[in-house]
């Protein structure tokens, strides 16, 4: 199993393609940091919970009794059996379909039929899994001892908080399973590169290539972003880039859109009020990445969130969703979703054919671009040095 790679340069074939390193991907990547697992707003009352799956695991996330989130693992401490089907629900205990353990929303055992006179209930439970959340956000770590999360907080909270994620709905979720390794679908969000040849509806808004401190084909990029930034100081709104700080696994930056677009629309007007506590729809677009699993996009008036689950060295489930303020009332989910669906729909194709190449004997590592795909670099170098930390 080789993954080692040179500096500059896409990973050997083995990385995207052989079952091993995927196997060795969810030990040493997904099982050792902070995944995103959901949103608050789908966990805004004692009992709703959900479900996330990480290769084998299977994690559930509920809101407590005592307002509190916790996360277990979803293994019956009788037998092991899983304890739901279903991706989410809202319920008041869990009561596994097996032999009819009954646990409380806080993973402690409430009652274990037929076990006999003195069994001790008290000492089993739900295996507790740690849990996170920021800014609307829900956090979710396999390790026993979860590497530091406060440094991420005080990158992505700030800025996001005001894009009220929190007490926003999810309008649309869309669901896709794309054949392709899931860091070929990483690399894909990490570079615009692509995006001239491939994104018409994307760039209407957004400035067509790599991402901020890498080279622009427009020059009036780097222009537009000084303006911005000065305006959005001004008006105190958080707009602080921080990227990939000393190799961590996280990204966040505020970017203008084009002049004439005040959001990732068709037409760049909003479809839906203001988010959270945001006064003024200049906002520009704010971008996230939270490594290896999510990236985010909050605009003025809705947030998109989009997590990777691997399913197999070659495939890949993604869930995209669509976040508007609670009050929005009716909104015209065509016009809210007719950028982020057709852009989506253009990276999965980019990515299959992409996996599909790499997965040939033709392959080879190729050169990435020191102008447009330094944040390809950044992923691959946080991947090498997460992968070989174990
Ligand atoms: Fe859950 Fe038996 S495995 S009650
Ligand atoms: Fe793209």
Not at 236 to 248: D, H, I, K, Q, T
Not at 358 to 384: D, K, N, Q, T
Request: proline residues 6%; charged residues 25%; aromatic residues 10%.
């Amino acid at each position: 199993m080789t993954t080692a790679r040179t500096a500059g340069m896409s990973l050997p074939q083995a990385a995207y393609t052989d079952p091993d390193v995927y196997d060795a991907d969810l030990e040493r990547v997904f099982a050792t940091g902070w995944l995103f697992a959901g949103h608050t707003c789908e966990l805004d009352e004692p009992g709703r919970w959900i479900a996330v799956d990480i290769g084998r695991d299977r994690v559930l996330v509920v809101r407590g009794d005592d307002g509190a989130l916790h996360a277990h693992h979803d293994v019956c401490a009788h037998r092991g059996s899983r304890l739901t089907t279903d991706d989410r629900g809202c319920s008041r205990a869990f009561v596994c379909p097996y032999h009819q353990w009954v646990y409380g929303l806080d993973g402690r055992l409430r009652s274990a039929r037929l076990m006999g006179d003195g069994f001790p209930s008290a000492s089993y439970r739900l295996a507790p899994v740690a849990v996170r959340e920021l800014a609307g956000l829900v956090f979710v770590c396999l390790a026993g001892t979860p590497p530091d999360f406060d440094g991420f907080a005080a990158a992505v909270g700030p800025p996001l908080e005001p894009h009220g994620l929190a007490g926003a709905r999810i309008a649309v979720r869309d669901r896709y399973r794309v054949r392709a390794n899931w860091k070929t679908i990483v690399e894909n969000n990490r570079e615009c590169y692509h995006c001239r040849g491939s994104h018409p509806e994307f760039t209407l808004s957004n400035f067509d290539a790599g991402t901020h401190g890498e080279v622009r084909a427009n020059p009036r990029f780097e222009q537009a972003v000084a303006a911005a930034r000065e305006r959005w100081r001004r008006r105190g709104l958080p707009c602080e880039e921080v990227s990939f700080p000393g190799g961590a696994w996280y990204r966040v930056s505020r970017m203008p859109l084009r002049e004439g677009y005040l959001t990732e629309t068709l037409d760049g007007g909003p479809v839906a009020p203001l988010m959270g506590t945001l006064t003024d729809p200049d906002t520009g677009s704010l971008r996230m990445t939270s490594l290896p699993n999510l990236w985010a996009h909050a605009d003025c008036d809705y947030a998109t969130t989009t997590r990777l689950t691997p399913v197999d060295a070659g495939t890949t489930d993604v869930e995209v969703c669509y976040l508007v303020r609670a009050d929005a009332g009716d909104v015209d989910t065509d016009a809210l979703t007719a950028v982020w669906r057709a852009t989506s729909a253009q990276d999965w194709a980019l990515c299959e054919n992409n996996w599909a190449g790499i997965a040939s004997r033709g392959y080879r590592p190729g050169p990435l671009s020191p102008m447009v795909e330094g944040s390809v670099e950044a992923f691959l170098c946080w991947y090498a040095a997460t992968f070989d930390r174990v």
